[in-house]
């Protein structure tokens, strides 16, 4: 079992920056992957970033790259996301999930746990 919370939401204006955090804990971590998702209101969730608990190695889509960076603190468990840049679009309810292992990281079905969200509204 595994439990992630996030924190770090909030309103802020377009062109703006957002620093989310996850903190995760009940399991210890081998190859595995963190990644955020965000869903806005009537679409589907969307993948955002990854990244390899071991190597650090990380995944984008072209909507946010650029803009957004994933990082983790091994020793604290957490998972991170800064968010520069922020457009009206980036309106959502963020998600952290956890991945038992690295692999197709930008499909919902591939993570085992999530998170409850923390909602980012950007105001123009």
């Known amino acids: 079992q595994a439990q992630l919370v996030e924190s770090g939401g909030g309103l802020v204006q377009a062109g703006g920056s957002l620093r989310l955090s996850c903190a995760v804990s009940g399991r210890n971590f081998g190859n595995h992957g963190l990644g955020w998702f965000r869903q806005a209101p009537g679409k589907e969730r969307e993948f955002v970033a990854a990244?390899?608990?071991?190597?650090?190695?990380?995944l984008y889509p072209d909507s946010v790259k650029g803009r957004f960076t994933i990082s983790r603190d091994n020793a604290k468990k957490m998972v991170f996301l800064q968010m520069n840049s922020l457009k009206l679009e980036d309106t959502a309810l963020y998600y952290c999930a956890l991945a038992s292992k690295w692999g197709d990281m930008g499909r919902e079905s591939t993570y085992d746990y999530w998170g409850q969200g923390t909602q980012v509204t950007v105001s123009s």
């Open positions: 990244i390899n608990w071991i190597a650090g190695s990380t």
